[in-house]
């Protein structure tokens, strides 16, 4: 008993009351020490177990002893209980820990829910208690939502609880049994705010609705008051007879009060009744039904009152209306008397454009008068029999019958004047193609596709780079350097001739000038390509100045920077540019090359040569490519003008196959002189075409012009010089060769001397050698 008590001490920290108090090591230790006082006492109750029922065997005829070792053998039997029961403690620490751990977690948010519950409770008191005014239906519905979140929360925690009450687990059932009485709580708490906010929610429903409806009933009574003053200043003005306009005007305002009164009554009556449905099913008290009932009286009244009034002034509307339709109607058959003269002898032109402005008028004007009639003249009135008001609206039936045929009239004169309009046009745009084609076989008629007028522009050509590289070498400018060619400011053909004759540039050989590369006929022809009959001063330093060609789509700048310049133009292919700079400027922020130039309209600016990856913007052209250039483009715009104005015709014919019949037998009478120009545009590509070949072939030919001349000049001059060595050979041979083949035919016993001999052989090996000398240098 000592020892199971021991157990009981020992294992008293392994309840769940001091389980989830203590750490794991100290767990670990108690159930060590448990263990092993448990292992004490099972040996001890062993022992005490057969020594009581050794004595039972002993005393088994001495019932007083046998009933003392039954009693004993009883508390063995209790300390064993008690020792099995800690044991069970002990083996179950695990188990029963972690259960705790989890009912513990679900304890935690209980705690939470009844802390949230808690505050919730008091917030619903407080916005129960407040002023209802101050509650909207916002903020109540909000509260009615976070109370049924709340509500949900512990809903799902009391179903979590509710698994736990059905764990086989004891030691779990047992926890979870401590905490449902909580949680039931909790839920009482949540379910009683959930009912207050209801409850004050329905309140605040019923009390917006009977705002609703007052609001409705307000506005009602406000507009009948418009109405009611509409009325008034109605009956004034008729009783005061301050004329049509007047009594007009107020029936607007009257009309526009009732048809706005109507429109408010109407739908004040459609929300009183929804409002109505609404609250019948709610619980009112009896002066919310009182108040109800009031402001459906108030609305009756309203309405009332308006019908009332509509009914006074009717009659009194009436013939206001009779004499504002017969004024207006009036108005409308003077405007027409007005026309009718004018459309008798209406033709096409700038009167039937007057005309059409007139019968617009007047069909506003109808238009009005037809809309005013039907506003002011009700169903009522148009089916009764007031036979004023029917003579009003016949009338009007039948001025719009004229006016549909006027109108009929007036197309007819448009359709005749468009198709007048359309074929001036047509005409006007061929005369344009044909002044066009005249200009641009002005471009053209200076080209020429005669090989010696092209092989003459090839040679100014020649002789004006030429003068180019002599003005560098002189360090001249054009104008001192063609001084001595001018007389009296122009250009004389022999000076012109001289010069050229003599410039070092022009010679076969420049280190030598005696040979000029051109002859005398060849430079007149050249200065006859500057003009036929005299050549400028200005004109033949024209020739001088440096151009440039567009080949690619770039801008003209302000700046020869390109960063902060603005631009001037784009510049269009092949568009032809004035250098006005000697040489191109480096922009050093990005690195490109920029010349100055000057545009044809006279526009000046910067302009890029070519970008960083090599695309070519402008390049160098040279005097006879800016004609060929030029005439290029003017033929290529005379292309696409003759193209553009052929679309325009067809366009013009094929669009009017209905109602402007006349057009297409009119532009048909064009197409011979558009086939002219178009022939004439053939025969100027073929010129071009032409010359540029031949521009091509001359060019190349007179490329290799120089190296030809060169070389005729040195054959010339190794020709004299071998003569001039022939010259030299010659008297030699014929002293040198009679007299040797005369001592070789003599006998030797003559007179012959050895001294002959030895003479003629010298002179014969100088011959020799005089001929050797002559073979190397040819």
């Given at each position: 008993?000592?020892?199971?008590?021991?157990?009981?001490?020992?294992a008293?920290c392994?309840?769940d009351?001091?389980?989830?108090?203590?750490?794991?090591?100290q767990?670990?230790?108690?159930?060590?020490?448990?263990?092993?006082?448990?292992?004490?006492?099972?040996?001890?109750?062993?022992?005490?177990?057969?020594?009581?029922?050794?004595?039972?065997?002993?005393?088994?005829?001495?019932?007083?002893?046998?009933?003392?070792?039954t009693?004993?053998?009883?508390?063995?039997d209790?300390?064993?209980?008690?020792?099995?029961?800690?044991?069970?403690?002990?083996?179950?620490?695990?188990?029963?820990l972690?259960?705790l751990?989890?009912?513990?977690?679900?304890?935690?948010?209980i705690?939470?829910s009844?802390?949230?519950?808690?505050?919730?409770a008091?917030?619903?008191?407080?916005?129960?208690?407040?002023?209802?005014?101050?509650?909207?239906?916002?903020?109540?519905?909000?509260?009615?939502?976070?109370?049924?979140?709340?509500?949900?929360?512990?809903?799902s925690?009391?179903?979590?609880?509710?698994?736990?009450?059905?764990?086989?687990?004891?030691?779990?059932?047992?926890?979870?049994?401590k905490?449902?009485?909580?949680l039931?709580?909790?839920l009482?708490?949540?379910?009683?705010?959930?009912?207050?906010?209801?409850s004050?929610?329905?309140?605040?429903?019923?009390r917006?609705a009977?705002?609703?409806?007052?609001?409705?009933?307000?506005?009602?009574?406000?507009?009948?008051?418009?109405?009611?003053?509409a009325?008034?200043?109605f009956?004034k003005?008729?009783?005061?007879?301050?004329?049509?306009?007047?009594?007009?005007?107020?029936?607007?305002?009257?009309?526009?009060?009732?048809?706005?009164?109507n429109?408010?009554?109407?739908?004040?009556?459609?929300?009183?009744?929804?409002?109505?449905?609404?609250?019948?099913?709610?619980?009112?008290?009896?002066?919310?039904?009182?108040?109800l009932?009031?402001?459906?009286?108030?609305l009756?009244?309203?309405t009332q009152?308006?019908?009332?009034s509509?009914?006074?002034?009717?009659?009194?509307?009436?013939?206001?209306?009779?004499r504002?339709?017969?004024?207006?109607?009036?108005?409308?058959?003077?405007m027409?008397?007005?026309y009718?003269?004018?459309?008798?002898?209406?033709?096409?032109?700038?009167?039937?454009?007057?005309?059409?402005?007139?019968?617009?008028?007047?069909?506003?004007a109808?238009?009005?008068?037809?809309?005013?009639?039907?506003?002011?003249?009700s169903?009522?009135?148009?089916?009764?029999?007031?036979?004023?008001?029917?003579?009003?609206?016949k009338?009007?039936?039948?001025?719009?019958?004229e006016?549909?045929?006027?109108h009929?009239?007036?197309?007819?004169?448009?359709?005749?004047?468009l198709?007048?309009?359309?074929?001036?046009?047509?005409?006007?745009?061929v005369?344009?193609?044909?002044?066009?084609l005249?200009?641009?076989?002005?471009?053209?008629?200076p080209?020429s596709?005669?090989?010696?007028?092209?092989?003459?522009?090839?040679?100014?050509?020649?002789?004006?780079?030429?003068?180019q590289?002599?003005?560098?070498?002189?360090?001249?400018?054009?104008?001192t350097?063609?001084t001595?060619m001018?007389?009296?400011?122009?250009?004389v053909?022999?000076?012109f001739?001289?010069?050229?004759?003599?410039?070092?540039?022009l010679?076969?050989?420049e280190?030598n000038?005696?040979v000029?590369l051109?002859?005398?006929?060849?430079?007149?022809?050249?200065?006859?390509?500057?003009?036929?009959?005299?050549?400028?001063?200005?004109?033949?330093?024209?020739?001088?100045?440096?151009?440039?060609?567009?080949?690619?789509?770039?801008?003209?700048?302000?700046?020869?920077?390109?960063?902060?310049?603005?631009?001037?133009?784009?510049?269009?292919v092949?568009?032809?540019?004035?250098?006005?700079?000697?040489?191109?400027?480096?922009?050093?922020a990005s690195?490109?090359?920029?010349?100055?130039?000057?545009?044809?309209d006279g526009?000046?600016?910067?302009?890029?040569?070519?970008?960083?990856?090599?695309?070519?913007?402008?390049?160098t052209?040279?005097?006879?490519?800016?004609m060929?250039?030029t005439?290029?483009?003017a033929?290529?715009?005379?292309?696409?003008?003759?193209?553009?104005?052929?679309?325009?015709l067809?366009?013009?014919?094929?669009g009017?196959?209905?109602?402007?019949?006349?057009?297409?037998?009119?532009v048909?009478?064009?197409?011979?002189?558009?086939a002219?120009v178009?022939?004439?545009?053939?025969?100027?590509?073929?010129?071009?075409?032409?010359a540029k070949?031949?521009?091509?072939?001359?060019?190349?030919?007179?490329?290799?012009?120089?190296?030809?001349?060169?070389?005729?000049?040195?054959?010339?001059?190794?020709?004299n010089?071998?003569?001039?060595?022939?010259?030299?050979?010659r008297?030699?041979?014929?002293?040198?060769?009679?007299?040797?083949?005369?001592?070789?035919?003599?006998?030797?016993?003559?007179?012959?001397?050895?001294?002959?001999?030895?003479k003629?052989?010298?002179?014969?090996?100088?011959?020799?050698?005089a001929?050797?000398?002559?073979?190397?240098?040819?």
């Amino acid at each position: 008993e000592e020892l199971a008590k021991k157990v009981a001490e020992v294992a008293s920290c392994l309840v769940d009351e001091e389980l989830v108090k203590q750490s794991r090591e100290q767990i670990q230790k108690a159930t060590e020490e448990t263990v092993k006082a448990e292992e004490a006492a099972n040996y001890a109750i062993q022992d005490a177990r057969r020594t009581v029922s050794a004595r039972q065997a002993e005393t088994k005829d001495n019932e007083t002893m046998l009933q003392e070792l039954t009693d004993l053998q009883q508390r063995v039997d209790v300390a064993r209980s008690e020792v099995v029961k800690q044991n069970r403690l002990c083996s179950s620490v695990d188990h029963r820990l972690h259960a705790l751990q989890i009912v513990e977690k679900v304890a935690d948010e209980i705690a939470r829910s009844e802390e949230q519950v808690a505050r919730m409770a008091e917030l619903v008191a407080k916005a129960v208690a407040s002023d209802p005014d101050a509650v909207t239906s916002e903020s109540l519905q909000q509260a009615e939502e976070t109370a049924m979140a709340l509500y949900k929360k512990v809903k799902s925690q009391s179903g979590e609880l509710d698994s736990h009450l059905s764990s086989r687990d004891e030691a779990r059932r047992e926890a979870a049994r401590k905490l449902n009485e909580r949680l039931r709580s909790v839920l009482q708490k949540c379910e009683d705010a959930h009912a207050s906010l209801r409850s004050h929610g329905q309140k605040l429903a019923i009390r917006n609705a009977m705002a609703d409806c007052l609001q409705k009933v307000t506005e009602t009574e406000a507009a009948v008051k418009s109405a009611r003053e509409a009325e008034e200043a109605f009956q004034k003005a008729t009783k005061e007879a301050e004329g049509v306009q007047a009594e007009s005007a107020t029936m607007t305002s009257l009309e526009a009060a009732n048809k706005e009164a109507n429109s408010i009554i109407n739908n004040s009556k459609s929300v009183l009744a929804v409002k109505r449905i609404f609250l019948k099913r709610q619980e009112l008290s009896t002066s919310e039904q009182e108040e109800l009932e009031q402001l459906q009286k108030r609305l009756d009244d309203s309405t009332q009152q308006l019908l009332e009034s509509k009914k006074v002034v009717s009659d009194r509307q009436h013939e206001v209306i009779k004499r504002e339709l017969s004024g207006k109607l009036q108005e409308v058959q003077k405007m027409f008397e007005a026309y009718r003269g004018k459309a008798a002898g209406l033709e096409a032109g700038p009167e039937s454009s007057k005309a059409g402005s007139d019968l617009r008028s007047l069909g506003r004007a109808l238009t009005d008068l037809d809309r005013l009639a039907m506003s002011r003249l009700s169903a009522r009135y148009r089916d009764s029999d007031h036979a004023s008001e029917k003579s009003i609206l016949k009338e009007v039936e039948d001025m719009k019958v004229e006016l549909e045929k006027w109108h009929k009239q007036l197309e007819d004169l448009e359709v005749k004047g468009l198709t007048q309009k359309l074929i001036q046009e047509s005409f006007e745009l061929v005369d344009v193609l044909e002044k066009k084609l005249e200009r641009t076989e002005e471009v053209v008629a200076p080209l020429s596709d005669d090989p010696q007028d092209v092989s003459a522009m090839v040679f100014l050509q020649a002789i004006v780079q030429a003068l180019q590289r002599s003005f560098v070498r002189l360090g001249q400018s054009p104008e001192t350097a063609v001084t001595q060619m001018i007389h009296e400011d122009k250009v004389v053909e022999e000076k012109f001739v001289s010069a050229m004759r003599a410039l070092q540039e022009l010679q076969v050989d420049e280190s030598n000038p005696s040979v000029c590369l051109f002859s005398e006929e060849e430079l007149k022809a050249a200065y006859r390509v500057c003009d036929k009959t005299e050549v400028t001063k200005s004109k033949f330093l024209d020739y001088f100045k440096a151009r440039y060609v567009c080949v690619n789509l770039v801008t003209m700048t302000d700046q020869p920077a390109v960063k902060g310049s603005k631009t001037i133009k784009k510049l269009a292919v092949h568009e032809i540019l004035e250098a006005l700079g000697s040489e191109a400027q480096k922009d050093e922020a990005s690195g490109l090359l920029r010349v100055k130039v000057r545009e044809k309209d006279g526009k000046e600016g910067y302009v890029t040569l070519e970008s960083i990856n090599g695309t070519t913007f402008i390049k160098t052209i040279l005097p006879h490519q800016v004609m060929m250039t030029t005439v290029e483009v003017a033929v290529e715009e005379m292309a696409e003008a003759l193209t553009s104005t052929a679309k325009q015709l067809d366009s013009k014919m094929r669009g009017n196959n209905g109602p402007l019949p006349d057009i297409k037998a009119e532009v048909t009478k064009l197409r011979p002189r558009i086939a002219q120009v178009q022939q004439t545009l053939n025969g100027l590509k073929k010129k071009v075409s032409t010359a540029k070949k031949l521009l091509a072939e001359i060019e190349e030919k007179e490329s290799t012009r120089k190296q030809e001349a060169m070389d005729r000049y040195e054959a010339e001059r190794m020709i004299n010089s071998a003569k001039d060595l022939m010259d030299l050979v010659r008297p030699m041979i014929s002293e040198v060769i009679p007299a040797a083949e005369s001592l070789k035919a003599a006998d030797t016993t003559s007179s012959c001397t050895i001294q002959e001999l030895v003479k003629s052989q010298t002179a014969l090996e100088n011959l020799y050698q005089a001929i050797v000398d002559l073979r190397q240098k040819l």
